[in-house]
């Protein structure tokens, strides 16, 4: 789907991966973004830039997200499911709201966003991109929460993509970690030792835009990555040692 002069909700869009793809949208003559992030302080609204604040790990906030979509834009062309955070953690007492609060965000959302999108499309053309994370097809020790969350994402859309309609293009982006302040927050301290392989989210950004436009149904931003998963997979022994590699870094939060 080419973007220019498309109505675009990107959620996630202060920091990150998320205020990147919001920099390079803006420069896209006639292209309207809906900007959604908790808080929007640092979002600059213009002509084609309308930061919005909403809670989207609520139903009430993506629900209010499309009627607000609905007033600024009157349809949607594509949605771009960016937000999204992690523990870092040793898991210990039982903490019912705990798993919740992450999957609200991480996997609830998402999927509901894009049944809303359908709902909303009929049969007009529309593209749905999640950012999922590399974490949903590895192990990262002390990440269970999050991996285990985003490989929820992972699998839903595999399959959804069975059983969605024609006129829904879907693209499943497959970022590693990125060189944000995405993991301190994971923490709460500062200097958090990031897995394996990093890069920039700038990079991330424009290979989303980018794999959108082409229509990609999934994106492997880190090329290691992309060569070093499918053999992970075919030597298992090898997704153990870099599990157990990646324990060592983080052993300060597991105790």
Known sequence: MNLTGKNIILTGASSGIGKEILDILSAYPNTKIIAVARHTENILQTENIFPLALDVSTKEGVDKLFDSAQEIFGSIDAFIANAGFAYL????????QHIENIYNLNVFSPIYSLEKLAETADNRPV?????????????????????????????????????????????????????????????????????????????????????????????????????????????????????????RKVSKWLG
């Open 89 to 96: 953690e040793k898991l210990t007492a039982p903490d019912w």
């Open 127 to 247: 593209a749905f991109a999640c950012t999922i994370s590399g974490a949903g097809l590895a192990s990262l020790p002390g990440y269970s929460l999050y991996c285990s969350s985003k490989a929820a994402l992972h699998h839903f859309i595999q399959t959804y993509r069975y059983e969605q309609r024609k006129n829904i293009q879907i693209t499943a982006v497959y970022p590693v970690a990125t060189r944000t302040d995405f993991f301190d927050k994971a923490t709460g301290e500062d200097n958090t030792p990031l897995p394996f392989p990093t890069q920039d989210a700038k990079t991330v950004a424009k290979k989303i835009v980018r794999g959108i436009e082409k229509g990609r149904k999934n994106i492997y931003p880190s090329l290691l990555f992309r060569v070093f998963y499918p053999v992970g997979r075919a030597f298992p022994f090898l997704m153990k040692i870099y599990s157990l590699r990646e324990k």
